[in-house]
């Protein structure tokens, strides 16, 4: 019997030690895939965020491990697809200033122009909401107001109001169907906002995951336990 090639050998258990190695990385991923959508996706929390549309949660996407090319280093990815996600994920006490791109002002929905879940029901310019007229609070903040969506013969009333035009309602018009509670505020408008983000990387799962790995490698023969 032709004795074995020692390199051919040693490549051989190189590429098992590779695949174990593999194996642990793709395991603790999918921990920490799963920490992510349970802990830190499921409701609104110090380092979690609430949980409306379900989009953010849904583009969650766990890359598989490989071995990187022309190196000894092996790597997954794990990363959020859609583009909002770096105003919520950042350094522990970081803030995120957002400000309008295309428009003037940021709209941002009050409870009236909100599902249950909190999701906005359209734009304050989408048409849904009817007559709106743009004015302050008493508080001082600039506010869209528009009617109450859902009340009956609302047609009706808005040809009556706007003169047929569907588009603007007068400032003293306004102000008493407000005190009678027929508008209501929909969006106010700002500047700008400033966002806490709310899930630290490193802290909440990098760090989390190093001794999830290091029990994957002993599970794989790779490390001595103990």
């Known amino acids: 019997m032709a004795p074995k090639d020692p390199i051919a050998t040693l490549e051989k258990i190189e ?3 590779i695949a174990k190695a593999i194996q642990a990385v793709n395991n603790t991923g999918r921990k920490v895939e799963e920490k992510l959508l349970r802990q830190h996706m499921s409701g609104p929390g110090d380092n ?5 549309t379900g989009t953010a949660a849904r583009s969650i996407h766990l890359e598989p491990a490989a071995l990187e090319a022309g190196s000894t280093t092996i790597s997954a990815k794990l990363y959020a697809g859609v583009i909002y996600a770096k105003v919520h994920f950042g350094p522990r006490g970081s803030e995120v200033k957002i400000v309008p791109i295309k ?30 007229k743009c004015f302050r609070s008493k508080a001082g903040n600039l506010i869209i107001w528009g009617y109450q969506v859902g009340k009956a013969a609302m047609g009706t009333r808005q040809k009556t109001v706007t003169g047929g ?10 102000r008493r169907a407000m005190a009678q509670g027929e ?3 929909l969006f106010v408008l700002k500047d700008s906002v400033v ?21 994957e490698i002993k599970k794989a023969g790779l490390l001595r336990a103990g």
Request: hydrophobic share 45%.
């Open 15 to 17: 590429q098992g030690i």
């Open 48 to 52: 979690s965020l609430a949980r409306r």
């Open 103 to 132: 428009a003037r002002m940021l709209a941002i929905p009050l409870a009236a122009a909100k599902t249950g879940a909190g999701v906005a029901r359209g734009g304050p310019t989408s048409g849904i909401w009817g007559p709106t």
């Open 165 to 174: 035009q569907g588009n603007a309602v007068s400032l003293s018009y306004a």
């Open 183 to 185: 508008l209501v505020p």
């Open 195 to 215: 966002v806490k983000r709310q899930i630290d990387p490193i802290v909440d799962l990098v760090q989390w995951a190093k001794p999830v790995l290091t029990g």
